[in-house]
């Protein structure tokens, strides 16, 4: 009777000691880590990080350019004024047609919500585009309300008049004039987008006359 109680007890401590049990701590632990989503872990704010603290000008620079647009797109981000945003702004003047069209939408979501030192900065990458892919600028901009319109004229024209003050040009309607002829292969139609969107710069220009 003692050999089968002792017996009995043996298997008892076997089976407990080779159970999968898991302690409840380490399983919260693993569902709540950060790294397990990406998209949070690249967001997260560490203020040890210089690379996720959001007002240091290299916030979010280790990621490549495409990702910060895609968050910008998303609206998980806002573009500040640093390193990463304005990647994303240089990239509207790739020579790259694809990578264009990406950055051309992240640059409407940009000029529409800047402000600050981005927003003063946002009408030179404006006017450069419109300068060299004239014709790909009619194609997007003829969808354009008469809002988006003016306010892409008003961001653009400040550099198109600083252009001017540096003698490059006489004056915003000179600088209207190259636009449309620089689009050689322009239908009817985009000249006709072009020349609404130049109707808009010379109204900038004339308010920025009249206010100073």
């Not at 990702?67 to 390193?83: F, H």
Request: charged share 25%.
């Amino acid at each position: 009777m003692v050999r089968t109680h002792l017996l009995i007890g043996f298997l008892i401590v076997f089976i407990a000691c080779n159970s999968d049990s898991k302690p409840i701590a380490a399983e919260a632990t693993r569902t709540t880590d950060p790294s397990a989503d990406p998209s949070i872990a690249e967001l997260s704010t560490n203020p040890k990080d210089s690379l996720r603290d959001p007002s240091n000008f290299f916030y979010l620079s280790d990621l490549p350019s495409r990702k910060v647009g895609e968050l910008i797109l998303s609206d998980s981000i806002r573009a500040l004024d640093n390193e990463a945003s304005f990647r994303c702004l240089d990239s509207l003047n790739t020579p790259n047609s694809t990578s264009r069209a990406f950055y051309f939408q992240v640059f409407k979501k940009v000029i529409s919500n800047s402000d600050g030192a981005l927003s003063e900065s946002v009408g030179e990458y404006s006017k450069k585009y419109i300068e060299t892919y004239p014709k790909e600028f009619a194609n997007y901009a003829s969808s354009f309300s008469r809002s988006q319109m003016q306010l892409w004229a008003f961001q653009t024209v400040e550099h198109v008049l600083a252009a001017v003050e540096e003698k490059r040009i006489k004056d915003a309607s000179d600088w209207t004039n190259q636009v449309i002829k620089s689009c050689k292969d322009c239908d009817a139609s985009q000249l006709k987008t072009l020349r609404s969107f130049n109707s808009f710069i010379l109204l900038a220009a004339k308010d920025r006359e009249t206010n100073e």
